[in-house]
């Protein structure tokens, strides 16, 4: 299984961003999904974001128009641009990959104050 290691999580006030990656340990290029998750305090883990492998996307309502997920397969790495960002955003955000998906990072925390 390809292992996973987050980054880019911090403290941010409402409205600033952040970006944050997602480096695998072996190529991604066969991986046909990877994905973005979170899980807030209190709440189930939730997906934000899904990418193919030929770069087609898809986002949670609550973070489209606000969040980019984009991968660089020459550089086995994900990220996911976080912009206009919310309290309600606060949340351990894990990136994922394959159909299970198989493969979870450690997580990486992200707080936004108000």
């Known amino acids: 299984q390809v292992q996973l290691v987050e980054s880019g999580g911090g403290l941010v006030q409402a409205g600033g961003s952040l970006r944050l990656s997602c480096a695998a340990s072996?190529?991604?290029?066969?991986?046909?999904?990877m994905d973005w998750f979170r899980q807030g305090p209190g709440k189930q883990r939730e997906r934000v974001a899904t990418i193919t492998n030929d770069g087609k996307t898809d986002y949670a309502d609550s973070v489209k128009g606000r969040f980019t997920i984009s991968r660089d397969n020459a550089k086995d790495t994900m990220w996911l641009q976080m912009n206009r960002l919310k309290p309600e955003d606060t949340a351990v955000y894990y990136c994922?990959?394959?159909?299970?998906?198989?493969?979870w990072g450690q997580g990486t925390q992200v707080t936004v104050s108000s």
């Open positions: 072996e190529s991604i290029l066969s991986i046909t999904v």
């Open positions: 994922a990959a394959g159909e299970g998906p198989d493969s």
